[in-house]
């Protein structure tokens, strides 16, 4: 099974950027979809994008145009580059797989916008 670890939270201004970063172990990284999704404090956790195992690749409505999700399978890592960043965009990110009939989570990487 594969594991996932992220990193690349910070606190950041409004406006501001993040590159968040989620590596995997295995060999069998190519074949799992990826998705990033968020947690804001006292919400439920929301899907925020998805890129598939060929690199078609999914926003939801509130960060389209403003944060990129990509993937190099030669590193086993997946990637959010996260623009223009609001103050709603402050979550605990999560990155998810999808694949061979298993599903998996990292443990979260903070990402505070102030304002």
């Known amino acids: 099974q594969v594991q996932l670890v992220e990193s690349g939270g910070g606190l950041v201004q409004a406006g501001g950027s993040l590159r968040l970063s989620c590596a995997a172990s295995?060999?069998?990284?190519?074949?799992?979809?990826i998705a990033w999704y968020r947690q804001a404090p006292g919400k439920q956790r929301e899907w925020a994008a998805g890129?598939?195992?060929?690199?078609?690749?999914n926003y939801a409505d509130p960060v389209k145009g403003r944060f990129t999700i990509s993937r190099d399978n030669a590193k086993n890592t997946a990637y959010l580059q996260m623009n223009s960043l609001k103050s709603e965009d402050t979550a605990v990110y999560y990155c998810n797989a999808i694949g061979l009939g298993m599903v998996t989570w990292g443990q979260g990487t903070q990402v505070t916008v102030s304002s």
């Open positions: 890129i598939s195992q060929g690199g078609t690749t």
């Open positions: 295995g060999s069998t990284f190519s074949r799992y979809a």
